[in-house]
């Protein structure tokens, strides 16, 4: 039994399909109960603030989002009795607001990028409520590094990790996730990645996009830089026939950034893939466990090429999108 619905935040650890000679997984993060990454941050911003004494429940906050940390931090908040307010904005799709306002979020609508939606947040931080600032705080990349990069670590056992590739929004998750997987792959590749027209690592420049949760149009004081090995770009109509590739072909729903990062880990795995090894398949739903062969000697499992990424969402939040259509 678990003390609360915070308590079951985590994710498995999925093989998708992945060209010969390697192997591409995937943290599904759907399996979160808020349905995204942004639960794990939403929970450590809120307990070390808790801890440093910066809030209590019952007190008012505030946070900029595209959507995801909205959702979490509404999930949070409600569990943890505070007000919370969302300033999003408002080209996000119906489904976040109505995830939000479920959980008993206010909603506050902006026309205009992520830039606008942070400035309106600062000013209800000067009215009075309190902004937690996940382009900022280090809860943020460290709760990744806690959870997302330990499991990881646990999930692959005894393989070596060879690339993770992993969106770019706030930094949080490809920060601290990578952090703790270079730790223990330090020769493991890091892969940004971004949208082509805001590809503001590839540029130094911003643009326009409609991704959602990918591509801020600035670099977050959360992203380490340092980390990153190299960065890709994708077009989003080609992230969103990726979504729904992957949907049909595959059985995984998922919104339009992990689309984009499931093309550059297909694209890493081409690069470093051992055609003439026989990577084993994980024994599935379908396997009956003695009919599963061991590979011989753990040769071949070890020695195969392993490309992890991250799908941030469940393609449910993107239906009003005409994503799926």
Known sequence: MKGSILDTIGSPLVQVDSPEGVTVAAKVESFNPGGSAKDRPALQMIRAAERDGTIEPGDRLVEPTSGNTGIGLALVCAARDYDLTIVMPSDKSAERRRIMAAYGADLELVDGNMETARARADELEAEGAIQLGQFENPANPEAHYQTTGNEIVEQVGDREIDAFVAGVGTGGTISGTGRRLREEFPE????????????????????????????????????????????????????????????????????????????????????????????????????????????????QLDDCPLVVTVFWDSGERYLSTGLFD
């Open 188 to 299: 493991m590749d890091i892969v940004a990645v971004e949208p082509a027209t805001n590809a503001v690592l590839s540029t130094g420049e911003a643009g326009d996009d409609d991704f959602q949760g990918m591509g801020p149009g600035f670099v977050s004081d959360n992203l380490d830089l340092d980390l990153i090995d190299r960065v890709e770009t994708v077009e989003l109509e080609e992230a969103e026939a990726e979504c729904r590739r992957l949907a049909r072909e595959e059985g995984v729903l998922v919104g339009q950034s992990s689309g984009a990062t499931s093309l550059i880990s297909q694209q890493i795995a081409r690069e470093i893939a051992e055609p003439t090894l026989d990577c084993p398949e994980v024994p599935g739903a379908f396997d009956e466990p003695a009919a599963t062969p061991e590979p011989d000697g753990g040769e």
